[in-house]
């Protein structure tokens, strides 16, 4: 082979081996208020409603304990997620839930790391602590692979999508309206934004301080 | 009709019925019973723990904390110590004070709302002496400085 078809050669297997566009659609989507406030901590995830979402590996996640409150408030993942709690703070906690997707308690001390939960059920769990009574948290457990949470600015990126058509949901702790689910069909290597609009400003989901 | 012996039978017995009434701690009695029972250690425990956890020499270490699961706790405690039909569920002292740096002063502090407690609720000054006496070993693994 001569130089110029090595050349050649090098390049045709370089762009074969590049894997297709296949996942790379992505969406943003902005959470506000009736008077276009940002929402922040609401949970927006989308459903493969054309087929069935790719597996992804479940990453651990953690809701921690810190000056006698759970952190962060708002946490998303995926049915067969191991959620960690823990305690960094020097006295112990007692984390519970009563949510039908998960009932459990577990008893946190300081100092002494406390096997993971694992969330084997879609739905909203909340999390107590029966020691001190402030405490609050949401872990929202999703069937899809495909989530995220507002920042303070209202916005969540969703990326690495499959083409397909899907269904948005908007998720707000304690949240009795949330605005409508949007039905979107994305293209290989779609780039899509969309709004969200909430018909009453949703509470903080933060119990006023005091008892 | 009360004939003469059953009329002398009657009295007997109430007579004994008066007597056990009366009769002060009497030997067979366990602290549970003669504190009051569940309904006196429920009046006291809430009793201490309320003035606890709003008296400032004490409250500190009541910050945020639900009150009325640690009162649950602490009437098991209490009643299991004084013999009476339960069983504590809780921690043990240790744990359940670990990080919480309770001091001296803290501790006492406690025990002074839980002997006023006491008081109040009308419980025997033998009886009260009794509750302390057992109370008082918990204060090595409660106090740390």
């Known amino acids: ?211 | 009709m009360l004939t003469t012996a059953n009329h002398i039978r009657s009295l007997s017995a109430a007579a004994a019925t008066l007597a056990a009434l009366l009769a002060p701690d009497a030997g067979a009695a366990t602290l549970y019973e003669r504190l009051g029972g569940n309904k006196i250690i429920e009046q006291v425990v809430s009793d201490t723990i309320d003035r606890t956890a709003s008296d400032p020499v004490t409250r500190r270490s009541f910050d945020k904390v639900n009150l009325a699961n640690v009162k649950k706790k602490v009437v098991e405690q209490i009643c299991e110590l004084a013999s009476g039909p339960c069983k504590y569920s809780g921690d043990s002292m240790k744990l359940s004070h670990q990080g919480l740096d309770i001091r001296e002063a803290e501790f006492y502090g406690m025990v002074q709302h839980l002997r006023d407690a006491l008081d109040r609720a009308g419980v025997q000054q033998s009886a009260k002496n009794e509750l302390l006496k057992l109370l008082a070993p918990m204060k090595r693994d409660i106090v740390t400085r």
Not at chain 1, 39 to 45: D, I, K, R
Not at chain 1, 116 to 122: R, S, T
Not at chain 1, 128 to 157: E, R
Request: glycine share 6%.
């Open chain 1, 1 to 211: 082979m001569n130089n110029q078809n090595r050349l050649a050669f090098a390049l045709w297997l370089a762009c074969s081996t590049l894997p297709p566009a296949a996942h790379a659609a992505q969406l943003t989507a902005q959470v506000v208020d009736p008077a276009g406030q940002a929402v922040a901590n609401a949970v927006v995830h989308a459903t493969l409603l054309s087929g069935t979402a790719p597996a992804r590996p479940r990453k651990e996640i953690s809701v921690e304990q810190i000056n006698k409150e759970f952190v962060p408030l708002v946490s998303v993942a995926q049915t067969g997620t191991l959620v960690n709690f823990p305690n960094r703070d020097q006295i112990r906690h007692h984390v519970y839930s009563f949510s039908p997707a998960k009932t459990f308690e577990i008893k946190l001390y300081s100092g002494v790391p406390a096997k993971p939960v694992l969330f084997d059920k879609p739905g909203e769990v909340v999390l107590g602590c029966n020691i001190h009574d402030t405490m609050l948290a949401y872990v929202l457990i999703v069937d899809t692979p495909f989530f995220s949470k507002t920042d303070k600015q209202g916005k969540a990126a969703l990326d690495t999508l499959p083409a397909g058509e899907y269904e948005v949901q908007v998720w707000y702790p304690g949240s009795g309206s949330t605005p409508a689910p949007q039905k979107i069909r994305l293209g290989a290597a779609d780039s899509r934004d969309l709004k969200f609009v909430f018909a009453l400003r949703p509470q903080s989901g933060r119990p006023a301080a005091g008892k």
